[in-house]
């Protein structure tokens, strides 16, 4: 099965400004962001609560727990959030009703949760309008893993970070290109 494309910076800023475009520009840019500053898949997206993310004081957590059924595995995870994806959501949440932790996050065309195939076809949506062909939902994931690679991070972290329970799952993730090979050479 064919992998996933990474995005570069430009593309991403591509695709967020397209986002702003679009009927919801603001849930739809926090959806992007969360998937490229968090790591989470489609289905863990589509599953995140106002509770998830935003304490009882409607401050945005530093970190939060994806329940079993939320992710992928059975599994529940901790989930650590950035200052910049930190400040999107402050944003977004500013703009959302706060006041039931149990709504969604992201709420759908229909006001409920979006299903994982709801989630995945709003990704493909996006990223084909900005003529990126190769991209998926699990773009941003990927992205995440892979820069947090280049930038030296472990696998052994980044298996944690992504909700692995093998590394050489999280190795396959990691998307490797001529620029990396040529600067890896220079490390000598």
């Known amino acids: ?74 599994h529940t995870r901790t989930v650590y959030l950035n200052q910049r994806l930190r400040k999107a959501l402050g944003d977004y949440g500013a703009i959302k009703y706060l006041g039931d932790p149990s709504r969604p996050l992201f709420e759908s065309q229909k006001g409920g949760h979006f299903s994982a195939n709801t989630m995945c076809q709003l990704f493909l949506d996006i990223y084909k309008a900005v003529g990126l062909k190769d991209a998926s939902s699990h773009s941003g994931r990927r992205t995440y893993i892979t820069r947090l690679a280049n930038k030296g991070v472990g696998v052994r972290l980044l298996a944690e970070l992504a909700g692995h329970g093998h590394i ?20 000598l």
């Open 1 to 74: 099965m064919r992998q996933a494309q990474t995005l570069n910076d430009a593309q991403l800023r591509r695709v967020i400004q397209y986002c702003r475009s679009r009927r919801h520009p603001v849930r739809d840019e926090t959806i992007i962001l969360t998937s490229f500053y968090a790591g989470l898949r489609a289905k863990e997206i589509a599953a995140l609560t106002v509770g998830n993310v935003f304490d009882e004081a409607g401050n945005v957590r530093e970190q939060f727990i994806l329940s079993a059924a939320q992710s992928k595995g059975g």
């Open 168 to 187: 050489s799952t999280t190795q396959r993730y990691i998307d490797v290109n001529s620029e990396q090979l040529s600067e890896a050479v220079e490390l």
